[in-house]
């Protein structure tokens, strides 16, 4: 079997070629794996049937079986997307500014793709069509290992998008599934410094935790939310209710949903029995603090676990605060430096909140729900960063560039 | 012995308190820390003293006795430098665009410190004043591991540091001193994820090494110079000759100077003759390949190991090249992505080489010794980045930033 190093061979050389490539060129290559892909529905659902099969007899069910599943239906909505990213404005090339030296030099800085991106993720398919797509139209070379589970998928799909990249005279080696799907070949990657040049880990927490802590290639850490929403004194209460409802509810189990309410004391009574009643009406179970168990009903006690717990599920943890400074305390404890919310109509409250909280995203009066590439107008998402290198929060086309000076001199030379 | 996570816990609160802090206040801080510099002279020199004694008695002489001296001079162009740094603009809070989205919600980037910088590094003093300097303009708190050769004089510049945030009402924690200097101590602060945001080493190859390939907190590397001029069949010979002189010989112990010279086969002959007639007047040994060798006398044959070496003495190799392509093929085979440049009239090769060489920095006809924070107009450095994540070439103070979105919102909730 092809080992890291091989494969990352065939990646540089396609990376060369895609960073001098243009932006219609790619734009072409993109639009035609669309087709393509809409032409091939059966064979790449015959494909995923294999995968569903074996995943069915290891007893894999639920809602890792859904992600598994491609359907003709999630098929074109892929397509879709890759039409969409073929759209956006390429990012390479760019020149951020370029200023005159009193020596006459020019300097400009170039925004240039990173080279080659390893992406190590899990059983979901759609991520092969999104990587594809994002590093393309970067000018990056992809380097995917997806799960075992997705074997058949991702073959499937990558020898699509190769057959696409040769007809329209790229090397195919500008994305390369990693066949080994043994932790192995992740560890390989991991050690691949100067074969790739990015790393991006997508999935669960497990996972993320083990690339960060283990690669010696520079990663872009996608993250874990414990998020919260805090309401104060000055609160819109009916705004929060409303708040809270959809940032925890309207989609649990995704990194930006809330998982935890901090409410000010003096409205602490008032507020919780309307917010409770809206949750509960939507099953979501309520662990709050002493106080919020004595002046709510059918709350369950918290343990000190639950303030740092991502629960991804139906259940929020609830507790009273007796200020602001405490709330922005308790975030900075157990928050993950994702997405914090105050709700207020306190102008100074509000802008010490957005001061104060260090997360990749802070909110005034709005729901957690919104950190997302797209609901940011970046057109596409690679991820949402929650480190503070290179690139925090949402990630669109940019966070896949590197940059590089270019210097136009006549003739200087150091003095 | 204070452990680093002792040290990490004082760190996070002055962070936290250097994040508030105004531009006004920071800067006073660093021009009251100039002015005890300078009044504290003598005791600076007397603690450096210690330093040197144990040094020779280790044997350590030349350039690194060198570089671990400080004199009243030395010490007072630290203080000049941080009077530079005091006065330059702060980037913290700076919004990066702020954007109306359809649902009315308004979202802006705004630039925040890291929080707190890990520096490694070893026996120079200066970068203790310079590490400070740029940490506390950026609001970010520093922990600092320096080598043991100059623990004296750290520990006494610290000293002073300190006591100028005492006395300015900043917690003294935004400046602290690893005084452990055992190999176990960059170890621990390489494990420290959660404690430091952001470490940096700054040394020789090896240093640099270890950290990038141990850390599991996010590293900028620093760089390693394998830096090429290719002389075009276009070029304008004098100034060839000129840039190559000046690259070469203006500062030779430093990683933006030049190491390798690639000519095009054309001119070589003429050419070579001039470059090394110039080359030898200021002792620079040539390690040439075969026709170089032929070409002109006193050139060493260069074995394959010279072509990836980084001399940092009066030491280049040279090639002759059959074109353009082949000098682009030879740096990216072994280069190190730190400065590169062509001479050339030529406008098409030169658009080629800016556009296709891979590096921090690439020149069209100027020496190589500009990549530098201060040459390129950021009035600092922190180092010269040659990886693509975060930053890359020489790093200003926004370098020593990262930023958060913030979102005003007005009761937005997610469909």
């Given at each position: ?45 015959a ?8 995943a ?25 997307g ?25 300097i ?13 993720y ?45 007809s ?35 999935g ?30 000055d ?106 919310t ?54 669109g ?8 000076y ?6 200087q030379?150091?003095?």
């Amino acid at each position: 079997m092809e080992t890291i190093h091989d494969i990352g061979k065939g990646a540089r050389r396609a990376a060369y070629f895609l960073a001098k490539a243009s932006s219609d060129e790619k734009k072409l290559v993109l639009l035609q794996a669309a087709s393509n892909l809409e032409e091939k529905i059966e064979e790449t659902v015959a494909a995923n049937r294999k995968d569903l099969e074996q995943a069915r007899k290891q007893g894999i069910g639920g809602a890792l079986l859904d992600r598994l599943r491609l359907d003709a239906e999630r098929i074109r909505s892929m397509a879709e997307g890759m039409r969409q990213v073929a759209g956006l404005h390429d990012p390479v090339g760019e020149i951020l500014g370029m200023t005159r030296r009193p020596n006459g030099l020019m300097i400009g800085k170039r925004r240039v793709p990173f080279g080659v991106v390893g992406i190590i993720y899990e059983a979901r398919p759609n991520v092969t069509a999104d990587a594809f797509a994002l590093c393309l139209k970067t000018g990056n070379a992809s380097i995917l290992r997806g799960g075992k589970e997705a074997f058949h998928s991702n073959k499937a799909l990558v020898d699509l998008f190769q057959g696409t990249l040769n007809s329209q005279g790229f090397p195919p080696e500008a994305i390369q599934l990693v066949k080994d799907t043994s932790r192995g070949s992740a560890v390989e990657m991991m050690k691949a410094r100067g074969i790739i040049d990015l790393l991006i880990p997508r999935g669960g927490a497990g996972l993320i935790r083990t690339v960060v802590e283990n690669s010696q290639v520079p990663v872009i850490e996608t993250g874990v939310g414990n998020c919260h929403i805090y309401v104060d004194r000055d609160a819109d209460r009916e705004m929060a209710v409303h708040i809270v409802v959809n940032a925890k509810t309207q989609r649990p189990g995704v990194c930006n949903a809330a998982e935890s309410l901090l409410v000010h004391r003096d409205i602490a009574a008032g507020f919780l029995h309307g917010v409770a009643k809206q949750l509960k009406r939507r099953n979501v179970e309520i662990r709050g603090d002493e106080t919020v168990c004595s002046l709510i009903g059918n709350a369950f006690p918290a343990n000190d676990e639950d303030w740092g717990r991502e629960y991804l599920d139906l259940i929020i943890s609830v507790k009273v605060v007796p200020d602001l400074d405490s709330a922005i305390e308790h975030i900075h404890r157990y928050g993950t430096g994702h997405s914090e919310t105050i709700v207020t109509n306190h102008y100074a409250s509000a802008q010490k909140f957005l001061e104060e909280v260090d997360a990749a995203a802070v909110y005034v009066n709005a729901s957690t729900r919104f950190t997302d590439g797209f609901e940011f107008g970046f057109g596409a998402e690679i991820g949402i960063s929650t480190q503070k290198l290179h690139a925090r929060g949402p990630m669109g086309l940019e966070a896949l560039t590197s940059a590089k000076y270019v210097i136009y001199g006549n003739g200087q030379v150091r003095e």
